[in-house]
T-cell receptor, first 116, second 115 residues
């Protein structure tokens, strides 16, 4: 089955710097890769996602890149702010429209701390 | 914005007792999921549910676990005889049917403590 590895487990940056979190996956059938942000006491919230037919996607200060050949994908946060501090999870699934139920396989999470 | 709600936020139980964790998915969603997160570990898939039956389940989801959609709004996870190792955060998630992507929306979770 699918296995997702995520690095680093903790990341500390200064406000305004960039943060990069990397994930690798094992199942070449996976075609959907979401990133979730989890704040203390809350459930995971989707912040950005990418499908396997796209190499990069950007949403304001957040971007995700995907390398299907190498089976890795990364989250990039630019101009970090203290409110970006949270745990970030990557995930992979093979949930196709009309296809499998698409359970998500998560990485272990990265605790991001942005220092003012 | 519609959200997935879970109750209770924290459940304390004695080993061997039955617990029921409750979830109200987003109203027009048709796929439902349970995940769990043991403290300090990754979020793990337990089970998915569609059309009033289990679609997929993981190795974790053994005979002690069951799910039910007793009415049009609730989705429950029952653990028949809790063990110490069942202590974890349990998340419910849901997604719409007509989605080109597998966007799952998560609840805030129920923290289960088995003593």
């Amino acid at each position: 089955g699918e296995n997702v590895e995520q690095h680093p487990s903790t990341l500390s940056v200064q406000e305004g710097d960039s943060a990069v979190i990397k994930c690798t996956y094992s199942d070449s059938a996976s075609n959907y890769f979401p990133w979730y942000k989890q704040e203390l006491g809350k459930g995971p919230q989707l912040i950005i996602d990418i499908r396997s037919n796209v190499g990069e996607k950007k949403d304001q200060r957040i971007a995700v890149t995907l390398n299907k050949t190498a089976k890795h994908f990364s989250l990039h946060i630019t101009e970090t702010q203290p409110e970006d501090s949270a745990v970030y999870f990557c995930a992979a699934s093979n949930g196709n429209y009309g296809g499998s139920q698409g359970n998500l396989i998560f990485g272990k999470g990265t605790k991001l701390s942005v220092k003012p | 914005e519609p959200e997935v709600t879970q109750t209770p936020s924290h459940q304390v139980t004695q080993m061997g007792q039955e617990v029921i964790l409750r979830c109200v998915p987003i109203s027009n969603h048709l796929y439902f999921y349970w995940y769990r997160q043991i403290l300090g570990q990754k979020v793990e898939f337990l089970v998915s549910f569609y059309n009033n039956e289990i679609s997929e389940k993981s190795e974790i989801f053994d005979d002690q676990f069951s799910v039910e959609r007793p009415d049009g709004s609730n989705f429950t996870l029952k653990i028949r005889s809790t063990k110490l190792e069942d202590s974890a955060m349990y998340f419910c998630a849901s997604r719409a049917l007509a989605e080109a992507k597998n966007i799952q929306y998560f609840g805030a979770g129920t923290r289960l403590s088995v003593l």
